[in-house]
């Protein structure tokens, strides 16, 4: 966009580009004191006003060029906003102002400068809003202003680019084929699944797709894992503007492009090798925690653009975004704040001259006593770095495990409300509840992360079957369950914390699944594995005859029926994944946060949608909280029937 579209009031601060000649000569270093100094003399005239860069043309190897312009957001200037991963700070770039000055720039700002500004000088400058540049990041008052309005600067951008990395690793053609994958996949939604309908190795031919060991699903595979989508900014990039593109190297793509392929692949609507090859030490895994933040990237984005993310609360926001990324500990609280419509309300307001400890300390204190719930805290609780109260979330953590438990589908307090004292002095909290019992049995860790706690021995991934089968055998030593309830029932219902993949309620249909889900660990274990040690073919067809479908166990792995098998399984893996299995002393099912132990007592609070584990301290009515879980039977209520006895819980 040319300059002289820039508002009459706007002020240039810097000079304009200089001739290639000039562009030649050696610029004279910013030191900090000088960049300090040069943001001096064009300080903001008002909390309304922003920077955007002018970014020359240039191609090649050239030198970066830019001017620095104040705009008045108010008067909706035209600008772009990028979107980028800071990376590692080598600042060993330089981003020339004029002649003598210039910023130096980290290695992944370069790329995107050199990959946006235009190669033809008679195109003018692209004019862009730059986080690093365009924020005086020494200056703690203004980047505290700066900070808070960033969700307004995103949202008033005429467009977010949201730049990956330059071209690399076949990337090019990694996006010809997610789209290629991605029309196909959409080909499919909505229509019935044909029998045989499958998307294994030997019938990609069928799908006119390529062969396993083509180039093209390995570039797939390494467009997904790009470190975009680790990084808290990315949320209030990618969600808070209508019109959000990717830009990887020089080619852009839809934003919706990479997050759809990982859905899709989830839906068992895209071959598996699109996302994860054993074969590819590099993508062998399906849990990567960029692959897990694109998918809460769709789903934030969809909320908001048909209009229930409006009404997303802090609590929920800060859950969300836990696992996501940031250089600086204080921007997972910072950075998500223009995503919360409770957010103005709660009353934090961004400040970095505060430490890490006390603005975690009070975010938590701020929410539980403004919102008297316990949503906050049905976040990931486990392996703190951080000195805290056991009731304060370590948001610098970036735990693998998320915290799928649907709380608004639950009602496990009956209504019955909070009672929420923080003693601040002490750093203690004070709530009002029942203490229903105590766990007898834990299980391993399910499906853990490559970062399970050293000494504790964890299941391998590829074994349900074996998970399964050795759970079935300890529930049934169980003689009822405390509410008459099938014991299958209410396994089956524990597993996948009684909740379907659209958020609602499982129905009766869900045992059906469960019985197709063990005849596919059947067939899988033993085509791939052979009948396991101790376990002889008429063993296999008994467990098989366990889980009856009223039919011969006669269908192929490729069966249509089998669909409703991977269906349970996909939910058992979201559900139960980096949890535990537990059972309590008076019989009841449940799944607890992996680092539960024996002895730890499950209590349901007033204004708690769920019920969370707790572990004594030694001292009377004080517990350390270790996070929430699922109780099958207890989750619409029925504890707080028939008067039960109120507990007094001190949290430290």
């Given amino acids: 966009m040319e300059i002289s579209a820039m508002e009459p009031e706007d002020r240039v601060v810097v000079s304009t580009r200089p001739s290639r000649r000039e562009a030649s000569q050696t610029a004279t270093h910013l030191s900090d004191g000088v960049n300090s100094e040069l943001y001096a003399c064009a300080a903001l005239k008002s909390n309304e006003h922003i920077r955007v860069l002018h970014l020359h043309p240039g191609e090649g190897d050239e030198p970066l060029f830019c001017s620095v312009h104040e705009v008045d957001l108010g008067a909706n200037p ?31 700002l370069n790329n995107a400068l050199r990959d946006l500004r235009h190669a033809n000088i008679d195109a003018g400058p692209r004019i862009l809003w730059v986080d690093a540049c365009c924020i005086d990041q020494s200056n703690i008052p203004e980047r505290n202003q700066q900070v808070q309005m ?13 730049y990956i990395g330059p071209e690399a690793d076949e990337s090019n053609l990694g996006l010809e084929f997610a789209s290629r994958l991605y029309n196909l996949a959409m080909s499919f939604l909505g229509k019935p699944r044909e029998a045989g309908f499958s998307f294994e190795l030997d019938n990609l031919a069928a799908r006119g797709l390529p062969h396993r060991e083509a180039i093209e699903w390995k570039a797939v595979r390494r467009l997904l894992r790009r470190p975009n989508a680790s990084r808290v900014w990315i949320l209030q990039e990618y969600v808070l503007n209508q019109n959000v593109v990717m830009m990887c190297g020089t080619k852009t793509f839809p934003c919706e492009l990479l997050p759809r392929i990982y859905a899709f692949h989830k839906m068992g609507m895209t071959p598996r090798i699109a996302v994860t090859d054993l074969r590819d030490e590099d993508a062998a895994g399906n849990d990567n925690k960029t692959l897990l933040n694109l998918a809460s990237m769709a789903s934030l984005r969809l909320k908001r653009l048909d209009g229930t993310a409006e009404t997303m609360s802090l609590a929920k926001v800060l859950i969300k975004c836990h696992g996501l990324d940031s250089t600086d500990p204080r921007d997972k609280v910072y950075g998500i704040l223009g995503l919360a419509s409770d957010a103005d309300n709660i009353g934090i307001r961004v400040d970095y001259s505060i430490s890490v400890t006390d603005l975690y300390i009070n975010t938590a204190i701020h929410v539980l006593e403004t919102c ?33 438990i649907a ?8 209504s019955t409300p909070a009672s929420i004292t923080i003693n601040k002095e002490e750093q203690k909290l004070l709530t009002k509840g029942v203490l229903l019992d105590e766990l007898i049995y834990v299980s391993n860790e399910i499906f853990p992360s490559m970062g399970a706690q050293p000494g504790r021995p964890t299941l391998w991934p590829g074994q349900p079957f074996n998970w399964i089968l050795t759970h079935l055998s300890v529930v049934h030593r169980l003689r009822e369950h405390p509410y008459g309830d099938s014991i299958t029932d209410a396994f089956w219902r524990t597993l996948i914390t009684d909740q379907t993949h659209l958020s609602s309620r499982a129905d009766q249909t869900y045992a059906y699944n469960f019985q197709a889900a063990i005849r596919v660990c059947c067939l899988n274990y033993a085509l791939s594995m052979g009948i396991p040690r101790g376990y002889s073919d008429r063993d296999m067809l008994e467990l098989a ?3 009856s479908l009223g039919e011969d166990f006669d269908w192929e792995i490729n069966d249509d029926r089998a669909i409703f098998g991977h269906d ?17 002393k008076n019989g009841f099912m449940a799944l607890v946060p ?25 001292e009377e009515g004080q517990f350390k909280m270790i996070g929430e879980s699922f109780v099958h039977g207890i989750m619409d209520g029925w504890v707080f029937e028939n008067d039960p006895q109120i507990t007094n819980f001190t949290l430290v």
């Fill in 372 to 404: 008297q719930n316990f949503e906050l805290l049905s976040c990931s609780l486990s392996n703190p770095k951080l000195t805290l109260p056991s009731w304060v979330p370590d948001w610098s953590t970036s735990p693998v495990a998320y915290c799928n």
């Fill in 594 to 618: 992996s680092v539960c132990d024996a002895g730890d007592v499950v209590a349901v609070f007033g204004g708690g949608n769920v019920p969370f584990v707790l572990r004594g301290t030694g």
């Fill in 150 to 162: 960033m969700g307004r600067i995103y949202r008033q951008a005429s467009r977010v680019i949201s």
């Fill in 568 to 584: 349970y399984l996909s939910m058992f893996q979201n559900m139960a994944g980096h949890r535990s299995f537990a059972i309590t």
């Fill in 407 to 414: 709380r608004d589908l639950f009602n496990a307090h009956a």
């Fill in 78 to 108: 035209e600008y772009e906003a990028l979107s980028y991963v800071w990376g590692t700070p080598d600042f060993k770039h330089q981003l020339n102002i004029h002649l003598n000055h210039h910023f130096t720039i980290t290695s992944s």
């Fill in 545 to 547: 005859d366990y889980a």
